[in-house]
């Protein structure tokens, strides 16, 4: 069973940056496709991309390429999602999530899920 608890959220200006983090217990981080996701008010939740176990390789979703950043770190038991340029289409909750498997870049098959920490960019 893995926890995962997100942080970083918070209000920012349009064109503005935000780093998110999430920090993960319980397993074997290392062994975990880790994914980030968001829900809009009034929508439905969206895959935002996601990183491979070993972190070499990553997938951002169309709306987000270029903008969007995903890192982890195995060591530290963590995954951040760099946000740049930020704009208020972009406004939500955000959540990382993990799955088994080789496929970063489906947005299905995940297990474990985060709390969630609210982004919200006015503009």
């Known amino acids: 069973q893995v926890q995962l608890v997100e942080s970083g959220g918070g209000l920012v200006q349009a064109g503005g940056s935000l780093r998110l983090s999430c920090a993960a217990s319980?397993?074997?981080?290392?062994?975990?496709?880790m994914g980030w996701f968001r829900q809009a008010p009034g929508k439905e939740r969206e895959f935002v991309g996601g990183?491979?176990?070993?972190?070499?390789?990553?997938y951002m979703v169309d709306s987000v390429e270029g903008r969007f950043t995903i890192t982890r770190d195995n060591a530290q038991n963590s995954v951040y999602l760099e946000m740049n340029s930020l704009k208020p289409e972009d406004t939500g909750v955000y959540y990382c999530?993990?799955?088994?498997?080789?496929?970063?870049?489906?947005?299905?098959?995940?297990?474990?899920w985060g709390q969630g920490t609210r982004v919200t960019v006015s503009g």
């Open positions: 990183t491979s176990a070993d972190g070499w390789a990553t």
């Open positions: 999530a993990a799955r088994t498997g080789h496929s970063y870049m489906t947005p299905t098959g995940y297990l474990y």
């Open positions: 319980g397993g074997t981080f290392s062994a975990y496709i």
